[in-house]
């Protein structure tokens, strides 16, 4: 609560001022020679007398709230900038009551802790009005409406009209121990949503490819990161499991296993299973027929059709699970499938509203601002792609009661979402003002050639191929290191996994996902720089530290509830402040759900700590004999808080980190 705690405690201070204010008037007023002067009489000042007792007894409240709220342990973790935003959102608006629309500009400062830059705007606005004031009188004014609180140390008006905000060193510190005493919490968000986020959708009979690989990554990250702040998510993988390709899959199973429904099909490699049927499809015209069947019975859910179907899935499905589990990725299946009855009873609720027309014998649904219409029955009745989502958009607002739906698909299908997003608020499934409807597009993997990523036979590169692929090259880097002679068999095993998954995920999310990025393993597994590898390794390294001291989670624990830490150093105390900005970064990211500001932050945050490691001793040693002859509690906390934070962003970015590397 410390953000409305601030807020609080400027109103009171206001408060406290206007009742000054009155009481002296009252004084005044009290003179027998003044009250006749000003002709007021009895009843006026017992109005007055009155009113002043309620002010007090506004004020007492208000300080009784404060006092509470101080003394509770907020379940969140503060946003320091959003208690500058809103200090300096009241003080804009007791400067300037009678403008509207002011822009409350508050950035990094680049001389000071935080800047507020919104004195050229009112400048404008005041010039407007024929109101001359220069943006350093602006800004005075402004900073004349600031109380005097504990968390800034001051406040100072440069150029022009820019306010520098320095923070309290104490209020740093104590932010920092609460964080020790409490653990790394979210940052407080307005409301708990229903989230319903649709990522990866790979194809049945069809092996996920690099293709898949951002859709996948993006994905489980920004469920992490939604979950981590408390909003309740429904993941769901959109699978290709309906349509004319599996008639040819069913038609290819019954001629090559005729005793499918008794005995289950030994189909080791699907893949190539699918490329037969598809070379019988376009060269024997009989097979051709007996697929078209097969797709017949089976939309009309015929037993053994749907059996041959669910055989041909759970083969699939067994292969997507090895790939999620070894990428630790978490999502409930809901495929195409799922749909194929809603789509009769959304194009029903369409015709009802009167918002489809035929067309050359289909039905479609024109919607303003669109260049074309959505399809929604084909010439010979069926279904489309247009359809199946206008469906899955209604069942996930309706049925699933989501208030926020996030589509991660590659840019490429920009176009389409645009069109069935304004399908969807025509038809009056959701209002954008009310529901978040968004496509979270994503750019394509390139390979070190600047073109489509490709193995060098031009074919697409397999998932289950680039993961074994950076495997192999981790254990290489590890064994360079020596680190095989270091560790034993299961924690070799274990960094391995860490540094190789982890730099494949760390290398798609810390780029801008609105662009192409260039996929290659040297880079991403080089431990300098903003790396996986790296960032690894600096954790790795900064929970040795606590252990290389001999000190235990009891002495630290008892260090945090007697002294805390101390910010005496300069590097200390930027390191401290780098560690509290986690909750802004992490309100940036919701708001935009692009996770290189975390990546950013979290490499920014890596470099910092090396710069107070390299001048802030934590354990000093004796130089002859090597035995420590004194531990700084106080660094050693700033040590375990920074590994706190890494750790919380290593989750919601999806990265385990190992305890020895």
């Not at 680049?110 to 009112?122: L, P, V």
């Not at 009802?352 to 219409?373: A, C, H, N, S, Y």
Request: proline letters at 3%.
């Amino acid at each position: 609560m410390a953000d409305e705690v601030a807020i609080l405690t400027a109103r009171a201070i206001q408060a406290e001022a206007e009742i000054a204010t009155l009481e002296a008037e009252i004084a005044q007023l009290q003179d027998p020679a003044r009250l006749l002067a000003n002709g007021i009489v009895s009843p006026q000042l017992e109005v007055l007398r009155t009113e002043n007792a309620k002010l007090k007894f506004q004020a007492t409240h208000l300080e009784r709230n404060i006092a509470r709220e101080q003394a509770r342990t907020p379940d969140y973790m503060v946003s320091i900038n959003q208690i500058v935003t809103d200090m300096f959102t009241l003080a804009i608006g007791q400067a300037y009551p009678d403008l509207d629309d002011i822009p409350v500009l508050i950035q990094k400062g680049k001389f000071a802790d935080y800047q507020c830059n919104s004195a050229m705007s009112i400048c404008q606005k005041l010039k407007a009005q024929g109101v001359k004031a220069s943006p350093q009188q602006i800004g005075n004014a402004i900073k004349d409406q600031i109380p005097q609180v504990d968390f800034f140390e001051k406040l100072e008006v440069a150029g022009p009209g820019f306010i520098n905000v320095y923070l309290s060193k104490s209020y740093i510190a104590q932010q920092v121990n609460n964080l020790l005493r409490d653990g790394v919490r979210p940052p407080r968000v307005m409301a708990r949503r229903r989230v319903v986020i649709d990522f990866s959708s790979p194809n049945i009979a069809k092996e996920m490819h690099v293709g898949h690989l951002r859709s996948t990554i993006i994905g489980e990250s920004i469920s992490r990161l939604l979950e981590w702040v408390g909003h309740d998510v429904l993941r769901l993988n959109h699978l290709g499991d309906w349509g004319t390709q599996f008639g040819m899959l069913i038609a290819h199973l019954k001629d090559k296993f005729p005793n499918y429904l008794t005995v289950s099909p030994p189909i080791s490699d699907l893949q190539a299973f699918y490329k037969e049927s598809k070379v019988l499809f376009d060269s024997d015209e009989e097979f051709k027929k007996r697929a078209y069947s097969a797709v017949v019975k089976l939309q009309s859910r015929d037993p053994d059709h749907m059996k041959a179907w669910n055989l041909i899935c759970d083969v699939s499905r067994n292969e997507f699970k090895k790939v999620y589990d070894r990428l630790g990725v978490t999502i409930v299946e809901r495929g195409e499938s799922f749909y194929q009855d809603l789509m009769q009873d959304v194009v029903r609720d369409l015709d009802d509203k009167g918002l489809t027309e035929m067309d050359d014998g289909r039905k479609i649904m024109f919607v303003e601002g669109q260049k074309v219409p959505l399809t929604l029955v084909k010439s010979d009745g069926g279904f489309t792609y247009d359809t199946s989502d206008m469906a899955a958009v209604r069942h996930r607002l309706h049925a699933e009661k989501g208030d926020w739906l996030i589509y991660v698909v590659d840019a490429g299908q920009g176009t389409h979402f645009d069109l069935f997003f304004a399908a969807a608020q025509k038809a009056g499934y959701y209002n954008p003002n009310l529901k978040r409807v968004e496509h979270v597009a994503f750019g394509v993997v390139l390979g070190e050639d600047k073109k489509k990523f490709k193995t060098r036979s031009g074919d697409t590169v397999r998932l289950v191929d680039l993961l074994d692929e950076g495997i192999a090259r981790t254990q290489q880097k590890l064994i360079e290191k020596g680190r095989d002679k270091e560790l034993t068999a299961e924690e070799l095993r274990l960094a391995q996994e860490a540094v190789a998954y982890g730099c494949i995920k760390y290398a798609d999310l810390s780029h801008n996902r609105c662009n192409d990025y260039v996929f290659s393993f040297d880079k991403m597994l080089d431990d300098r720089g903003n790396t996986a590898a790296y960032l690894l390794y600096a954790y790795t390294r900064i929970r040795s530290i606590a252990r290389a001291a001999k000190v235990t989670p009891e002495q630290l624990k008892m260090t945090i509830a007697k002294e805390g830490v101390s910010l005496e150093d300069e590097k200390e105390l930027k390191l401290a402040k780098c560690i509290l900005r986690l909750s802004e970064v992490i309100l940036k990211c919701l708001d935009d759900l692009l996770l290189h500001s975390l990546c950013d932050y979290l490499y920014e945050l890596s470099t910092t700590f090396t710069e107070f490691y390299d001048k802030c001793y934590c354990i000093e040693k004796d130089r002859d004999t090597g035995v420590i002859v004194k531990v700084n509690m106080s660094r050693i906390l700033l040590c375990e808080a920074t590994a706190n934070v890494i750790a919380a962003c290593f989750h919601i970015l999806g990265i385990t980190p190992v305890q020895k590397m």
